[in-house]
T-cell receptor, first 114, second 113 residues
C-alpha cells in the first residue's frame, strides 16, 4: 500500500538558517510526489511537484526538493529560512488510478526563531 | 478565478445532528476531491468526483456520509447523526482533467459537542 512518512513532527530553525524537511514514501511504481504548505486558517498551497525527469525540482518561495529513488525519499530544502516560512509542511504521493488521489504524510510543523 | 471556496468555514453541532458542507471548485475543473484532516495528521482522502460521477469512496466514508456533485459543479458533503469522532477539518480540492495539481479550499472545521 502507498504511504508517506515524515519523520520529524516539529522542527525549529533560526531565521536565515538552512532547512531540510524529510519525506519517505512507499509506492509500487514511479510516484508523483508533492510538497504542500499549510498556514493557520489557510488552505494547502502547492510548493512543488515531481513527476519525472530532473530529480531536483524547484518550487515557489525559494524551496527545492530532490527525488532519490534509491532512498525512496523526496526531501524539501531551503537555503535560508524566513520568519514567514513558519507553517506546517506536508509531503504527498499521487496514488495510482489515473486521477492523482493524494496520500499525505502526517506533516512537519516548522517554527522559525528570529 | 476566485479559487476553491467552502461554506461554512466553521460548524459547531451537537452529537446526533446532521450537517452539510458545500464546496465550489474552480470553474472548469471537472475533478473534485474531499479530504478529512484531524488534529496533528495530514489530510486523508474521502471521495472523488469526475464531473457528476462519484468514482471512488474511501473506507473512511461510512454510510453516515454522503457526497453529491449535481450537474458537475458544486459539491456537498453530508454527515448524518454526527459523532464526536467526526470532528475534523473537511477539505475540498479541484483539478483539471489530466491536470496534475489539486487546488485546495480553506476547509470547513467541524466540531461535534
Amino acid at each position: 500500500a502507498q504511504s508517506v512518512t515524515q519523520p520529524d513532527i516539529h522542527i525549529t530553525v533560526s531565521e536565515g538558517a538552512s532547512l531540510e524537511l524529510r519525506c519517505n514514501y512507499s509506492y509500487g511504481a514511479t510516484p508523483y510526489l508533492f510538497w504542500y504548505v499549510q498556514s493557520p486558517g489557510q488552505g494547502l498551497q502547492l510548493l512543488l511537484k515531481y513527476f519525472s525527469g530532473d530529480t531536483l525540482v524547484q518550487g515557489i518561495k525559494g524551496f527545492e526538493a530532490e527525488f532519490k529513488r534509491s532512498q525512496s525519499s523526496f526531501n524539501l530544502r531551503k537555503p535560508s529560512v524566513h520568519w514567514s516560512d513558519a507553517a506546517e509542511y506536508f509531503c504527498a504521493v499521487g496514488a495510482s488510478g489515473g486521477y492523482n488521489k493524494l496520500i499525505f504524510g502526517a506533516g512537519t510543523r516548522l517554527a522559525v526563531h528570529p | 478565478d476566485t479559487g476553491v471556496s467552502q461554506d461554512p468555514r466553521h460548524k459547531i453541532t451537537k452529537r446526533g445532528q446532521n450537517v452539510t458542507f458545500r464546496c465550489d471548485p474552480i470553474s472548469e475543473h471537472n475533478r473534485l476531491y474531499w479530504y478529512r484532516q484531524t488534529l496533528g495528521q495530514g489530510p486523508e482522502f474521502l471521495t472523488y468526483f469526475q464531473n457528476e460521477a462519484q468514482l471512488e469512496k474511501s473506507r473512511l466514508l461510512s454510510d453516515r456520509f454522503s457526497a453529491e456533485r449535481p450537474k458537475g459543479s458544486f459539491s456537498t458533503l453530508e454527515i448524518q447523526r454526527t459523532e464526536q469522532g467526526d470532528s475534523a477539518m473537511y477539505l475540498c480540492a479541484s483539478s483539471l482533467d489530466g491536470g496534475d495539481e489539486q487546488y485546495f479550499g480553506p476547509g470547513t472545521r467541524l466540531t461535534v459537542t
